[in-house]
């Protein structure tokens, strides 16, 4: 029901573009998450964009990531810049509905120095 893709290798200083395509299945989301989990690490929350249209991010990635979408295509954006080796790992996206969590399969992300 979620789908994240947009994945791949890059090297530090580059830039990728996630997508999260959303389906239309799910009502009453009240945000879509952004997590990543590096090798040997737990998932943490990378950043979140509310239904209202506000947006969160963790300190770690503020002004590097940005997270937008277009309600048109259903899909939830997270723009990363300014990659930085240990951005590496898998990133996940989450819908915080009404009627539960939905958790998409994650994106590949590897950053080289």
């Known amino acids: 029901q979620l789908q994240a893709s947009g994945g791949g290798l890059v090297q530090a200083g580059g830039s990728l573009r996630l997508s999260c395509a959303v389906s239309?299945?799910?009502?009453?989301?009240?945000?879509i998450d952004w997590y990543r989990q590096a090798p040997g690490k737990q998932r943490e929350l990378v950043g979140t964009?509310?239904?209202?249209?506000?947006?969160y991010y963790a300190g770690f990635v503020k002004g590097r990531f940005a997270i937008s979408r277009d309600s048109a295509k259903n899909t939830v954006y997270l723009q990363m810049n300014s990659l930085k080796p240990e951005d590496t790992g898998v990133y996940y996206c989450?819908?915080?509905?009404?009627?539960?969590?939905?958790w998409g399969h994650g994106t590949l992300v590897t950053v080289s120095s």
């Open positions: 989450k819908a915080q509905a009404v009627s539960g969590d939905y």
């Open positions: 239309g299945s799910i009502f009453s989301i009240n945000g």
């Open positions: 964009i509310f239904s209202g249209g506000g947006t």
